[in-house]
Antibody, heavy 121, light 109 residues
Framework: QVQLQESGPGLVKPSETLSLTCTVSGGSISNSYWSWIRQPPGKGLEWIGYIYHSGSTNKNPSLKSRVTISVDTSKNQFSLKLSSVTAADTAVYYC???????????????WGRGTLVTVSS | SSELTQDPAVSVALGQTVRITCQGGSLRTYYASWYQQKPGQAPVVVIYGKNNRPSGIPDRFSGSSSGNTASLTITGAQAEDEADYYCNSRDSSGNHLGVFGGGTKLTVL
């Protein structure tokens, strides 16, 4: 059973960089896609991006200029950095495993419990 | 704004059937996946692909697709099905970018 656990600061100051790590246990980070998704309080889910174990990434165009996603296969972890944060970036951040079934079908099968990051001075 | 459109809220009487829809141009090409989210919990996938249920998901959940609309149907809704439901698929750019619908709050009466 794959398990994911987000970790990182719960409070970040405006204009600073939000940094989160997702630790994968119960399975290898290799040969899979790994994603970040966020959810502002009381609102819907927003796809941030994903990374393949090889390091190739794809990101939400609305966040692309501020987002860095990286992977450390030796630690079975992947990470998110979001720069120049504002209050609008306050959200629960989830990491999730993306299964690409075919070219036209994919889904998130395992999710972390999520971590609330608040942007405030 | 989301490229996938869902009704904000739907209600169903206990034991009845309800359909939750998701509309978007990319759904003519890509399948949607559906997620159930209860308060304070992470989302859980209930349907993916043409009509696939992960292990542990009751068979009262089913999925279908026609044109630009994907649907999640719950046949014989139970009280525990009350939750937010989100569809997810690719965007219409063809660049394999992900997108979620705005979510549907399902109330079981």
């Amino acid at each position: 059973q794959v398990q994911l656990q987000e970790s990182g600061p719960g409070l970040v100051k405006p204009s600073e960089t939000l940094s989160l790590t997702c630790t994968v246990s119960g399975g290898s980070i290799s040969n899979s896609y790994w994603s970040w998704i966020r959810q502002p309080p009381g609102k819907g889910l927003e796809w941030i991006g994903y990374i393949y174990h090889s390091g190739s990434t794809n990101k939400n165009p609305s966040l692309k200029s501020r987002v860095t996603i990286s992977v450390d296969t030796s630690k079975n972890q992947f990470s998110l950095k979001l720069s120049s944060v504002t209050a609008a970036d306050t959200a629960v951040y989830y990491c999730a495993k993306l299964v690409v079934v075919t070219a036209i079908s994919s889904y998130f099968d395992y999710w972390g419990r999520g971590t609330l990051v608040t942007v405030s001075s | 704004s989301s490229e996938l459109t869902q009704d904000p809220a739907v209600s169903v009487a206990l034991g009845q059937t309800v359909r939750i829809t998701c509309q978007g141009g990319s759904l003519r090409t890509y399948y949607a996946s559906w997620y159930q989210q209860k308060p304070g919990q992470a989302p859980v996938v209930v349907i993916y692909g043409k009509n696939n249920r992960p292990s542990g998901i009751p068979d009262r959940f089913s999925g279908s697709s026609s044109g630009n609309t994907a649907s999640l149907t719950i046949t014989g809704a139970q009280a525990e099905d009350e939750a937010d439901y989100y569809c997810n698929s690719r965007d219409s750019s063809g660049n394999h970018l992900g997108v979620f619908g705005g979510g549907t709050k399902l109330t079981v009466l």
